[in-house]
Nanobody, 121 residues
Framework: QVQLVESGGGLVQPGGSLRLSCAASGMIYNINVMGWYRQAPGKERELVATISRAGSTNYADSVKGRFTISRDNAKNTVYLQMNSLKPEDTAVYYC???????????????WGQGTQVTVSS
């Protein structure tokens, strides 16, 4: 089993910052892609940002220039630094990993439980 533990969500005023963390543990050989997704009330879950093991990043247009994704491979942890937050960033944020349990095993994925981010004055 693989566990993803997220932290760092909360209530912040518009223009403020938050840093999310997601630590993976369990039967993991290596993690390829790590990412953050979000789901606002009444909307579908959407991609926020992803980062490959080598450090290549991809961002949704709505967060480019404001959010930064990073990872610590030694700690199996991914971060999301969120600056200049807007009310429309309010959502439950989920981390996701694509990983393998063994060198020759199949690629699997796992999701975190989600952490609430609320941007409001």
């Amino acid at each position: 089993q693989v566990q993803l533990v997220e932290s760092g969500g909360g209530l912040v005023q518009p223009g403020g910052s938050l840093r999310l963390s997601c630590a993976a543990s369990g039967m993991i050989y290596n993690i390829n892609v790590m990412g953050w997704y979000r789901q606002a009330p009444g909307k579908e879950r959407e991609l926020v940002a992803t980062i490959s093991r080598a450090g290549s990043t991809n961002y949704a247009d709505s967060v480019k220039g404001r959010f930064t994704i990073s990872r610590d491979n030694a700690k199996n942890t991914v971060y999301l630094q969120m600056n200049s937050l807007k009310p429309e960033d309010t959502a439950v944020y989920y981390c996701k990993i694509d990983y393998k349990r063994t060198l020759w095993g199949a690629s699997l994925n796992a999701w975190g439980q989600g952490t609430q981010v609320t941007v409001s004055s």
